[in-house]
């Protein structure tokens, strides 16, 4: 016995000095791989980023290593949402959400929004003569204004669907496409019964002006993928045998940007049987790609290109594309680029970034990063049934000084 015990310490000592190096060898070695870049390390990086020494460096400042050489054009701080003027104005019993962009045209502005009419009855009642969601029983108006805050509202562009067609019950969220002298609007819809597992698809109307008449797509451009499975028959949307793709349940908030002679549609899924993580809802972003504005436009393999965000606020920026990331996920607060539209990384953590932007696309993007966020569209809840569309702008930080402190 004696003896099989002293095999056994044996043994586990032989496994514990192999399988764990010492804390003075697993030193050494990152050091050494460091050793390259130790070198390409300019003593004016060293300064900038008050490194002490540069043979021993923190996980900080390796990542402070691997920022861009950038100033602070990425970093931006937002207004407090301002009241519109005119027909956009906060109207009692009435929703007006989720702004497309503004674009000029006729040396106005345009903008599209969802509108629906009363209160919300949410789920618990009768929801073939309910209003679910504030989103529900919506169509698609829009607006014209010369200066961006006196608008004039001028009318539906895009109505909800004949009964039993796929946007019979509404048609929300849009945003708008100038592309070659054609107007294209995209946006969610949905079927009746509007329960809580009915899945949202995508939408698409086109033009040859910003007035319409609006010619609607006979069939959806875009659906949730169809490998999730409920379990039960309950109408109960946590419940699933199995989750599916991250959009297997709604596809959302559709924005088409035409990008390297094709059109992406960058989107946001939600997924069957949704849960609470480490940064909120599962929320994540897709793009889907097409040769045409019409379509088909066929899934990215590489969804989800986002696990993080809400609704899509997505612009060219230098040859790719930049995108505001709100609400949800581990970098939520973030705005991040892709120098190929799809594999994004984080440029900066912003805050109190408005919800549902429609972006200026009447500006130069590529004057700065964020000129486009210089001033826009959001929503606010002024209660749970009514909701208004508001303006912000935004700000470059540039110097902090004390009172009477000359700047730089
Ligand atoms: C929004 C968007 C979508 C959702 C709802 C209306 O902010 O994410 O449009 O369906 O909320």
Known sequence: MKNVLSIIYLISLILIVCCNPSPDTSKESNNNSYKERVEEISEEQIDHLG????????????RALKWPAIGNEWFIEFSKPEPLKGDLAYESGVVRRDPSAMIMENGKYYVWYSKSLGPTQGFGGDIDNDKVFPWDRCDIWYATSEDGINWKEEGIAVARGEDGEYDDRSVFTVEIMKFEDKYYL????????????????????????????WIKSKEPILSPADNGVWKGEEQNRFLVEKKGDFDSHKVHDPCILPYRGKFYLYYKGEQMGEQITFGGRQIRHGVAIADHPEGPYVKSPYNPISNSGHEICVWPYNGGIASLITTDGPEKNTIQWAPDGINFEIMSSIKDAPHAIGLNRAVDNEIEPTSILRLGLTHVYNNPDEQSIMRFTSRRRTSHTAKGEASE
């Open 51 to 62: 490194i002490t020494n540069k043979k021993y460096l923190s996980a900080a400042s390796k």
């Open 186 to 213: 995209c946006y969610q819809t949905v079927k009746s019964p509007y329960t809580v597992r009915v899945k949202n698809q995508v939408g698409l109307a086109w033009a040859d002006s910003p007035d319409g008449p």
